[in-house]
C-alpha cells in the first residue's frame, strides 16, 4: 500500500519526545504532541492542563543546539494530553510513544491508543530497554501487523541514527516503509536490528565505553589520558570517552550496561559489563554528569572566569586537568588522513599503542561474535556506530584497514576469539570486508558467504569510491565520471580550504564538462564542507607586503567563481556541515545549491578584519540591486544583506539560508539525508540540462544607490561605534563593506556590471589585508582558531 504521513501523534513530551516532534515539525509534518495532564494543587484552583507539554516543548526550543531548523516550524505542533486529545489521534497517520521506560506504562497507553487509532495507522515505540515483542502483547492484529520499534537517537535532529526493530508479527511493507521514510524524509540512517537487548548501536556502543574502561584499568590510565586517546584523533567525537558519559548521564549508560550483563547470558564478553566498583562509587554519590552539574567533570566559578575539573580515579577529588603526552599521539597529529593515522596509532610503541591495540581487539572481538545475534549484516554494524555514536569508521572498516587475517591472529594471541565466520571468511582467500567494483561499495555477508552491494544504488554516490573512474587529478582535487553524463569534483585539504590548486580542479573540472559532459556537481566529503579561503596564505602574502601575488590571489578566486557563474553547463554546489566565507562564495555562483540540512553557511571575512573578496559582496549587492522595487523604499534589502555579512551571520540549516537570502527559494534545494546530496545534486544537473540550459552573460544592469545608500549604511554604523558595540576596527571594515555593497561614492542610483563591482571589492579587500589590525585577527585564527577582538 502507499503510505504517506501528513500528521504524526508523539506520545510523551520528555526530552526525546519534544525533540522527535521538533524534527517531525522540520520537514513539514504537523505534530500533536501529548502528555499527562497537570493536576492542580492545594495553592492552585485551577491549572491549564497542558502546562507539562507546553513547558516541555518550550524547555526544548530554547536549548542549545535547537532542535528546530527554523522558529516558524513550530506552527506544525500541537499540543494537548492524554485526558482530553488522545482522541485526536483518529486523525494521525503514525503514532510514535516516547512515554516512561517501564511495560506496565507503555502497555496501559498502547490500551488507550487502541480505542481511537484507525485500522491500518502506523504505531511505534522509541524505547531503548524494552523488548519490543513484549510491548504489542495483548493488541489487536492488527496494531500488532502495523507495530514497530523506531528508536532516534538523542538530539534527534543532529544523530543520524534511526534503529528499525520490528517484531515477529510486524508487515514486511511496515519495515520497508520505515526504513525508507526515515532515510528519505526524515534524513536517518535507518539500521534494521533485530529484537536484542540495546540493539545494536548501544549495544556495541556501551560494551566499547566499558572496554576502554577496562583497558584504562589495566594500564594505569587517567580520565584525561584516556579522552585525549578516544577523541578525534581516532575519528571518534570531541567528546571521546568521559565526556560523552556526562553528556549521555552516567546512570543511564550503567543501566545499559547492567541490562545486556542480565540479558545476554550467552555474550562470551558480558563481564566486561561488570560495573567496577570506582563507577559504582560515583553513582551512589550521584555524580550523573551534566544533569547532576557533576560526574567525571565538573565545572567551578574563578576568578578568571570558569574551569573544568577532571576526577581523580585515585582519591575521588577533582583536580586541575592535565594534558597527556603521548610521543606517538604527537607524531599521528601530523597526518591528515584518519585512516593512515590509525594504522601508525595501532603500531606504537608506547603505552597509548598498547592502549589502542588492547581496547581494539577487544571491540573487533566483539563486533565479530555479535554477527548473526543482533544483525545479519556486518554494514548495519559499521552505519549504527557512525550514525548512532558519531564515529567516522566502523569496526569493521577499521579491521578492514588494519588488516583482517592479521588483526584476526593478534585477537587470539590475545587471548580473545573471533567469530567462527571469520576464520571462515579468511580461509576462503578474502582480505577485505568491503570492496569497490564498478564505482559500487560491495560489503561481505557472512550469511550468503558472497560480497552484496549495499541498499541504496543510484541514491547514494560515495564520491570516494569512484576512484577508478577519476578523470582528472591534482594533489588536492579529483573529478569523477558519475554517470549519466555529469562531471563530480571534491577536493581534500586542511579543513577543506579553497587554494590555488581547489581553484585549478574547479576551471578545469568545468573545461572538462563543457567539452564532453551535459554538467558538473562540486561537493567533498570531509567533516565540513569548506571553512573558506586559505587564509594562512593570504597572510603570508600580506606580511611580505607581496601585494602584486595577493592581487593575483584574489583575481584568480574571483575568475573562478565567476566561471562557476557563467560556464556553458550546469554547476551545481552541495555543500554541508561548515560552509563558511569562500565555500560560500562557491555556492552563492552555482546555478543552484543542493545543500545538506544541517549546512551551516555564512560569509564570516568581518572576524578576520576582511570584506569577501571571493564575488560574495559582489554576489549581495547584486542580488539585493535586483530585489528593488519601484515606489518602495529601496534601501531595505541592501541594509539587509549589508548587516548579514556585517555580522558575519551563519545560517544555523540549510533552511534558514533561504531566510538570509544565499539560497533562493524556487531554485535552491535541500536533501534531508547528507548522503543522498550528491546524487540529488547530479539530477539537478541533469534536469537543469534536460530543460535546455543556456549559457548565462555577465550582468551590466545591476543597480546600485551609492550616495543614497552609502550615507544610511555609515550612519548606521557610526550608531553602533557610539554604543560600544564595535570597534574601529570594525567601523573600517564596516565603511569598506558599505561602500563596494553601494556600487561606491556615486551621487545618484546607477546601473554598473559585475566587472565593476568586483573591481572595487578586489580593491576594498586588498587595502584591509595591509591593515595591521587586520594582521593581528588573521594570526590570532590561524594560531587559536578565534579571531582577536581589536
Wanted: glycine share 10%; net charge neutral; charged share 25%.
Amino acid at each position: 500500500m502507499n503510505r504517506s504521513i501528513k500528521k504524526v501523534a508523539v506520545l510523551g513530551s520528555g526530552v526525546m519526545g519534544s525533540r522527535i516532534a521538533c524534527h517531525f515539525a522540520g520537514i513539514g509534518v504537523k505534530v500533536l504532541l501529548l502528555d499527562i495532564p497537570a493536576v492542580a494543587t492545594a495553592e492552585q484552583a485551577k491549572v491549564d492542563k497542558n502546562k507539562i507539554v507546553n513547558d516541555a516543548l518550550t524547555a526544548a526550543v530554547k536549548s542549545n543546539p535547537s532542535p528546530v531548523f527554523t522558529k516558524d516550524v513550530l506552527k506544525h505542533i500541537t499540543t494537548g494530553n492524554f485526558d482530553d486529545n488522545l482522541k485526536d489521534i483518529a486523525g494521525c497517520d503514525w503514532v510514535i510513544e516516547v512515554v516512561i521506560e517501564r511495560l506496565d506504562i507503555k502497555q496501559s497507553l498502547y490500551e488507550r491508543v487502541e480505542q481511537f487509532r484507525k485500522p491500518g495507522t502506523l504505531i511505534t515505540s522509541n524505547t531503548s530497554g524494552i523488548p519490543i515483542h513484549l510491548l504489542s502483547q495483548g493488541r489487536s492484529e492488527d496494531f500488532k501487523a502495523n507495530f514497530c520499534g523506531t528508536h532516534f537517537f538523542n538530539p534527534p535532529r543532529y544523530l543520524r541514527l534511526l534503529e528499525i526493530i520490528p517484531t515477529p508479527d510486524t508487515k514486511q511493507e511496515i519495515i520497508d516503509f520505515l526504513m525508507h521514510y526515515g532515510d528519505l524524509f526524515l534524513g536517518k540512517t535507518t539500521v534494521l536490528c533485530k529484537d536484542t537487548p540495546a540493539f545494536i548501536a548501544n549495544r556495541i556502543g556501551v560494551f566499547s565505553i566499558m572496554a576502554i574502561f577496562n583497558t584504562m584499568t589495566k594500564l594505569g590510565l587517567s580520565i584525561d589520558d584516556v579522552d585525549s586517546l578516544t577523541g578525534p584523533v581516532i575519528g571518534r567525537p570531541k567528546s571521546a570517552t568521559f565526556r560523552t558519559a556526562d553528556v549521555v548521564g552516567i546512570d543511564t549508560l550503567v543501566k545499559v550496561a547492567e541490562g545486556v550483563a542480565a540479558n545476554c547470558a550467552d555474550d562470551e564478553a558480558k563481564a566486561i559489563f561488570n560495573i567496577p566498583g570506582w563507577l559504582q562509587k560515583i553513582v551512589a554519590n550521584k555524580w550523573l554528569g551534566d544533569k547532576t552539574k557533576q560526574g567525571f567533570f565538573k565545572k567551578i566559578k574563578t576568578d578568571a572566569g570558569s574551569e573544568i575539573l577532571t576526577l581523580d580515579l585515585n582519591d575521588f577529588e577533582y583536580k586541575p586537568r592535565v594534558k597527556p603526552k603521548f610521543a606517538s599521539i604527537d607524531a599521528a597529529k601530523q597526518i591528515d588522513d584518519l585512516k593512515t593515522r590509525l594504522k601508525t596509532l595501532v603500531a606504537g610503541k608506547d603505552k597509548a599503542g598498547e592502549f589502542y591495540r588492547d581496547f581494539h581487539y577487544q571491540l573487533l572481538s566483539y563486533v565479530s561474535n555479535r554477527i548473526p545475534e543482533i544483525s545479519d549484516d556486518i554494514y548495519q554494524v559499521d552505519d549504527a556506530m557512525k550514525a548512532g555514536f558519531g564515529w567516522e569508521i566502523g569496526p569493521f572498516e577499521t579491521w578492514d584497514l588494519l588488516g583482517v587475517a592479521k588483526t584476526a591472529e593478534a585477537i587470539k594471541a590475545a587471548g580473545l576469539t573471533v567469530a567462527a565466520w571469520v576464520d571462515e571468511f579468511v580461509a576462503a582467500g578474502n582480505t577485505h570486508f568491503y570492496k569497490i567494483s564498478n564505482g559500487k561499495k560491495l560489503c561481505y555477508s557472512p550469511a550468503t558467504k558472497n560480497y552484496e552491494a549495499l541498499p541504496g544504488g543510484e541514491s547514494f554516490i560515495i564520491l570516494s569510491d569512484l576512484t577508478e573512474k577519476t578523470v582528472w587529478k591534482n594533489a588536492a582535487v579529483k573529478t569523477y565520471d558519475i554517470g549519466d553524463g555529469v562531471l563530480g569534483m571534491q577536493w581534500q585539504t586542511k579543513s577543506n580550504t579553497i587554494g590555488g590548486e581547489v581553484l585549478e580542479g574547479i576551471q578545469k573540472s568545468i573545461a572538462l564538462a563543457e567539452k564532453d559532459y551535459k554538467g558538473l556537481v562540486i561537493a567533498n566529503e570531509g567533516a565540513n564542507f569548506s571553512l573558506g579561503a586559505n587564509v594562512g596564505l593570504i597572510f603570508m602574502y600580506a606580511i611580505e607586503q607581496d601585494y602584486d601575488e595577493l592581487d593575483m590571489a584574489v583575481r584568480m578566486f574571483q575568475n573562478t567563481m565567476m566561471r562557476v557563474r557563467y560556464s556553458s553547463i550546469p554547476v551545481v554546489v552541495a555543500p554541508h556541515g561548515m560552509t563558511l566565507g569562500g565555500g560560500c562564495e562557491l555556492c552563492l555562483h552555482a546555478d543552484k545549491i543542493q545543500a545538506a540540512a544541517e549546512t551551516y553557511i555564512g560569509l564570516v571575512e568581518m572576524g578576520v578584519g576582511l570584506i569577501p573578496g571571493g564575488g560574495g559582496t559582489k554576489e549581495f549587492a547584486l542580488r539585493a540591486g535586483f530585489e528593488y522595487k519601484e515606489g518602495e523604499l529601496e534601501f531595505e534589502p541592501l541594509k539587509d544583506r549589508f548587516f548579514t555579512i556585517g555580522t558575519a551571520k551563519v545560517a544555523t540549516s540549510a533552511f534558514e539560508a533561504f531566510d538570509l537570502g544565499i539560497m533562493r527559494k524556487g531554485i535552491d534545494a535541500v536533501s534531508m539525508n547528507l548522503d543522498r546530496r550528491v546524487a540529488d545534486a547530479k539530477q539537478s544537473v541533469i534536469e537543469i540540462y534536460d530543460e535546455g540550459y543556456t549559457q548565462p552573460q555577465p550582468r551590466n544592469d545591476i543597480k546600485v544607490l551609492g550616495r543614497g545608500s552609502l550615507g544610511a549604511l555609515y550612519a548606521g554604523v557610526n550608531g553602533m561605534r557610539t554604543g560600544n558595540y564595535i570597534t574601529d576596527h570594525d567601523v573600517k571594515i564596516a565603511k569598506k563593506l558599505a561602500y563596494v555593497m553601494s556600487g561606491g561614492d556615486l551621487s545618484e542610483s546607477t546601473l554598473v556590471s559585475e566587472q565593476y563591482l568586483l573591481d572595487i571589492e578586489r580593491e576594498a579587500f586588498l587595502s584591509l589585508c595591509g591593515e595591521r589590525k587586520t594582521l593581528e585577527r588573521i594570526q590570532s585564527v590561524l594560531k587559536g582558531g578565534k579571531p582577536v577582538r581589536n
